[in-house]
């Protein structure tokens, strides 16, 4: 499903809190950043940043140890207690820009939460959020300067001008979204084709608001022993977290239980009522 949707339900929520939206988000998950440790040096020099849930994520082409080391010190100074994991290979053949270019676009997406940014000898792109605008487009300035006038720069980047933190916008969001159920093959905790619609529109907010962590909680009827009512209810949450993560989601943002019938919404007495109490419960945190 386009992530659009998400994004929208999001911009409606921010301007009614008195947030100034410039642009929708569209971000990947931390764990895709990065370069494949197989691309060869020989290879266009490319370069990427990600920095979400503490964590930071250097990966691609330097010009030199003194290079790494100069990106890793400007790391320790900009994103203070951030975990930082970083994979360098060495360029053969660079443009005499790329080792300021890449220490200044490290520092501008210091301005940024949530961010990532790609460069390549072509073009650089930047997606965040901010509430600090003036500092970002300061810092994209001194970045442009240092570009040949060829490379192609873009940002798309969520400027929030209120107290409500991102977080709680993604919460607010979310509960306004109207999901379908997630429905199971009967006794088994295998996923109806039907159902993957909604574990997409999951999939895609979680893509967009990478700090928030989701609960995914199963329940079962009544009907059968309890016993393997819980042990049912957590195994379709279970594939219900599979799914996500195999859609690019951190296994970390997800905690999976199963509740069994302890917590019905409706009369286990009808067949109606056991349908409804048999589902899925999605909860940010």
Known sequence: MPRRNVQVTIAILVLTCGVLLSASINRGTPDNAGLSSQVSALDDARFSITSAQGRLLL??????AAHEAALLQLAAEHFGDYEVQARFR?????HEHWETATNRLLYTLAALSSAEAEMDQRSVSIR????DVDTFAARVKFLREDLPKE??????VLVIRSMVSFDELCKRAF???????????????EIRQRSVATLDR??????DCQDITIAITGHADASGDESWNRQLSR?????VADHIVQR???PRRLIVNGLGSSAPVADNSTAHGRELNRRIEFELR
Do not use: C, E, N, Y
């Open 235 to 239: 195994a379709r949450a279970q594939a």
């Open 151 to 156: 490379i192609q720069l873009s940002t798309d």
């Open 59 to 64: 990966g691609g082409t330097s010009t030199s």
């Open 90 to 94: 060495p360029g053969v053949v660079m």
């Open 248 to 250: 690019g989601i951190d």
């Open 128 to 131: 965040g959020v901010t509430s």
């Open 202 to 207: 999951i999939t895609d907010f979680a893509h």
């Open 175 to 189: 509960s306004g979204i109207v999901l379908q159920p997630v429905s199971f093959k009967q006794s088994s905790a």
